[in-house]
């Protein structure tokens, strides 16, 4: 969950992210599936410290459309 990414970007591991069809980088996983698979053009994967600040975008992302 959500815990567990948290800590990979603390430890500098790597996370997986996507471009969706805006051109808007986020972190897999923070959207609903069906939206996830709408709107996906390419995948990426980032270390977990370039990743922080995606997030809050894709949560705001998903409450705009629904």
Known sequence: ???GLSESRKDGEYVLTYEDK????MLVGDVP???FANSCRRLRIMK????????PRAVDKSKNRN
């Not at 977990?48 to 997030?55: P, Q």
């Open 48 to 55: 977990g410290s370039d990743a922080i600040g995606l997030a």
């Open 1 to 3: 969950g959500k815990d």
């Open 22 to 25: 805006d051109g808007d980088w």
């Open 33 to 35: 599936w069906e939206m």
